[in-house]
């Protein structure tokens, strides 16, 4: 016998070999080439046979094989368009708009329930898990059905819509009912009700009930048979028991309550072992509890629409979705290297990028003396739960690096009292006080502890911030922090979290585009110095004329910390970073003309939450702007990536550019959680940090990072300034309804829409003046032509019929576009932002327009 199997593909048959054969194996050798000889006639009978059974088991291996072709041919061909979606693959964007194409009429929600219901009828899952499933199904749904976006929304389809609005009250009357026997599966109020099953099988207390009572009733004689059987009657959902081991009498009776016999207690313990106890037992099926997640997310507002612009976060990015669920699934905290490996290494590794890209090598802040540069970074950085916690945490870093350099740390006081009894010590020995009092143990000590004891309660209430300094000949001093009118309202609340005085934050003015008016910030410096030049003048002349100026005399304010702003919440405005690091350092380096006791040192920090993000960039104009560059000069700096670039929520960096900078202000050293004889605890992060448990944050920005690379993040960003820009151009072509409330910065347009009867006064007036066409319309600045000053008698007007509008639009599902106010207007205007991952054509600006008009013509 001799055969052939060829794995290449054959040459296509012959006509000839495609008609019907009188042989059982020649089709197959047609396939996959086998070629048998014949046998013989001098040949025995066994030879005929062998070669039988050799043609099929090749038969057999062929089936096999093609079988295994098919199955996988058919797993990818019918492959679900929210998995496609998930992944993210470009290559299988054909396959699809084929498979969108095809899915049900119903919607999203419909599709997903129909995945639920597949998923929870597997007999092989337990609850908990076909749950999971299901809520994958609706996850993926988000991405899997064409919503008919770009200017053709329908709103005949609600899953087409931005939110499905309901009041308050409806929300709560459809939503969360009260449960019954009827609606239990359909309500999210969390009122239990006992079954019909519960309520017919009668089965009495629990045995653990009883015993809890019976303990009750032995140790208080006094209780009343009434309120115990009443308790037994609320627990069984009846007014009687029939249960056949307790026996209740009346309060006449003296009340006993028997215990449940050994035999009963046993079995039923027994039972419990067997099977699972009432309390794990669920309320309802899986699949009634998917619907019920469901209904979560089809009532919820749809951030990822293409017209929700609400708010400065917006369409999720599936990559880092995708790091988010495996993170979820890990479930552990990042603060030790042992609790979550990898996951440590993965934000050390993104902190260290966004350290080199901001900061670039930290070592040339500090070198003067032409020493060799660092090329790694040595700041530190941390993933923190959101853009105000990251501003708290510069402030409360700030304030620690002020206390450091003046020695107010504990190290520096037990340094500083250790040197002070030294001293103490000398300066007896070198007098003849010690041979004439020959000063006793006792008189010793109490020389030492009036030196190393700590100060009293009612003095540290007195020093302000914490700050302790047992000398009484020392000044004590009050830190001041500066932030812009434009700055993020966490500010203020990070002040008093650190205890700042009300007048201890000092709000800078900014100029007419929303920048910080740098010159101010150098008269508000110049202005503390004044005063606490005249305090210690006063004091040095001993001129203290009442209480009040002895109260005064304590107050010494002194600069510790300044916030810039890269782009703010409404105008988007960019504070100009180095003229301010500049102010500062100047501030520091100037010598005071009066007698100092404190070492200046003023903390920059930039607060780019919102537009932060723009240090991806790669274009010239975006950075220059944004002042991106300038960012080395500063201390710390924070941006949201969950913002801009669509992470999800939250997603939060915050960097410094000092060593140890975070660890030396936060340190406490658990020894229970943080001890350097645990393997990797040199890379240990939740130290750097002021809470103790840490979300895996970090693995959503890498994931992003990662798939696009630093080029398609800064791609993203400058794709939106583009858009903007675009959206900017249609609204000077539609004067006589739109018009700029503000200059526009990159990221942030302001504008304002004119109903036809206040379009027809400002025409009166003249207001509306014509395109000016060579107007920068992304510069930033503040031309005079290039946005509308509205008059104060129609500013108020003007005002209502914004609210109006975006109520409407709200309600109508259209689109949620936030109105605000503006420093310079006295109307609220409207603010359109491009947020997360999101496109916006020439199709969504007309859209956007268009349905403002249609939805604002009679206001």
């Excluded at 597997?122 to 008919?148: C, F, H, I, Q, Y």
């Excluded at 389809?157 to 009912?177: C, G, I, K, W």
Aim: charge should be negative; hydrophobic fraction near 35%; proline fraction near 4%.
């Amino acid at each position: 016998m001799r055969f052939n199997i060829m794995f290449a593909k054959p040459p296509p048959p012959s006509t000839a070999e495609c008609l019907p054969s009188t042989s059982s194996s020649s089709w197959i050798s047609s396939f996959i080439g086998i070629a048998t000889s014949q046998p013989q006639n001098n040949e025995p009978m066994g030879l005929s046979l062998t070669i039988s059974v050799s043609s099929l088991i090749q038969s057999l291996i062929f089936v096999l094989m093609v079988g295994a072709c098919l199955g996988i041919w058919i797993n990818r061909r019918f492959i679900s368009a929210q998995d496609v979606h998930l992944l993210g693959a470009d290559e299988n964007k054909e396959r699809l708009e084929t498979t969108a194409a095809d899915a049900s009429t119903d919607g999203a929600y419909s599709q997903s329930n129909n995945n639920c219901k597949d998923a929870v009828n597997n007999d092989d899952e337990d609850g908990p898990t076909m749950v999971l499933r299901g809520s994958l199904d609706l996850l993926a749904s988000k991405w899997g059905v064409d919503r008919g976006t770009n200017g053709e929304n329908n709103n005949d389809n609600d899953d087409d819509a931005v939110v499905r609005y309901l009041s308050p009250e409806q929300m709560t009357n459809l939503l969360f009912a009260k449960p019954t026997n009827d609606n239990v599966a359909e309500t999210l109020c969390l009122d239990e009700v006992l079954s019909s099953s519960t309520l017919n099988n009668n089965e009495g207390p629990s045995p653990e009930l009883l015993e809890v009572l019976l303990t009750a009733l032995q140790h208080s004689p006094k209780s009343s048979a009434t309120d115990i059987t009443s308790l037994i009657s609320s627990e069984e959902g009846s007014e009687s028991s029939d249960h056949d081991d307790v026996v209740a009498t009346t309060a006449t009776d003296k009340s006993i309550i028997a215990a449940p016999s050994t035999s009963s207690f046993t079995s039923t313990t027994a039972n419990s072992n067997t099977s699972s106890s009432p309390q794990q037992q669920p309320h309802i099926s899986p699949q009634q509890f998917t619907n019920l997640l469901s209904l979560i997310q089809k009532y919820s507002v749809n951030t990822s629409h293409p017209y929700f612009f609400n708010q400065l976060f917006g369409s999720l990015d599936p990559i880092a979705l995708a790091a988010e669920i495996v993170a979820l699934s890990v479930n552990t905290s990042v603060y030790t290297y042992e609790t979550a490996p990898v996951f440590t290494l993965v934000e050390r590794e993104v902190m260290g990028q966004i350290g080199k890209l901001v900061f670039g090598s930290t070592n040339d802040k500090d070198n003067t003396n032409g020493e060799e540069e660092e090329t790694e970074f040595v700041g530190e950085g941390l993933m923190i739960p959101g853009g105000s916690l990251a501003n708290l945490t510069a402030m409360h870093a700030a304030r620690h690096r002020w206390k450091v350099v003046n020695g107010y740390t504990k190290q520096q006081q037990q340094q500083k009292q250790h040197n002070e009894y030294r001293q103490w010590l000398d300066n007896i020995n070198e007098t003849s006080e010690v041979e004439e009092k020959k000063l006793d143990d006792t008189t010793l000590n109490k020389h030492i502890n009036a030196i190393l004891s700590p100060p009293s309660r009612k003095k540290q209430q007195q020093q302000h911030l914490y700050i302790t300094n047992n000398s009484a000949d020392e000044p004590q001093y009050d830190l001041v922090a500066f932030v812009s009118s434009e700055a993020h309202y966490s500010f203020a609340k990070s002040a008093r979290v650190l205890g700042l005085r009300e007048d201890d934050l000092i709000v800078i003015p900014t100029n007419a585009d929303g920048s910080m008016n740098v010159e101010a910030l150098a008269k508000s410096f110049d202005e503390l110095e004044c005063e606490l030049e005249q305090i210690v003048r006063e004091e040095d002349g001993a001129v203290v004329r009442s209480n009040a100026d002895v109260k005064r005399r304590r107050r010494r304010r002194v600069p510790f910390f300044v916030a810039c702003t890269a782009g703010s919440t409404v105008r988007g405005s960019f504070d100009d970073i180095a003229k301010i690091v500049e102010v500062c350092r100047g501030y520091e380096s100037r010598q005071p003309s009066f007698k100092q006791h404190y070492e200046r040192s003023i903390w920059v920090h930039v607060d780019g939450a919102w537009g932060g993000s723009a240090i991806f960039s790669s274009r010239n104009e975006i950075r220059s702007i944004t002042h991106m560059d300038e960012i080395r000069h500063a201390d710390s700096f924070t941006f949201n990536p969950h913002k801009m670039l669509g992470a999800p929520q939250q997603t939060t960096a915050f960097i410094v550019r000092h060593r140890n900078g975070l660890r030396e202000a936060n340190a406490a050293g658990a020894k229970y959680l943080f001890d350097p004889r645990k393997n990797g605890a040199e890379y240990d992060l939740g130290d750097l940090s002021y809470t103790c448990g840490r979300r895996t944050d970090a693995v959503k920005l890498w994931a992003m990072w990662k798939y696009y690379g630093r080029s398609g993040l800064g791609s993203r960003v400058d794709q939106k300034v583009d858009e903007l820009e675009c959206f900017v151009k249609e609204v000077r072509k539609r004067r006589n309804t739109f018009a700029l409330a503000c200059r526009p910065w990159p990221f942030n347009v302001n504008f304002f829409y004119f109903p036809p009867r206040i379009r027809e006064v400002l025409e009166q007036r003249g207001i509306l003046r014509p395109v000016v066409e060579d107007v920068d319309d992304m510069s930033g600045g503040d031309d005079e032509n290039s946005f509308i000053q509205i008059p104060d008698d129609i500013a108020k007007d003007l005002a209502e019929v914004s609210v109006a509008l975006k109520l409407r639009l709200h309600e109508a599902g259209e689109m949620i576009i936030p109105y605000q106010p503006l420093s310079n207007q006295q109307a609220d205007c409207f603010r359109l932002v491009v947020a997360g991952k999101k496109d916006l054509k020439e199709s969504d600006i007309c859209h956007i327009l268009d349905t403002m008009e249609k939805y604002g013509a009679d206001l």
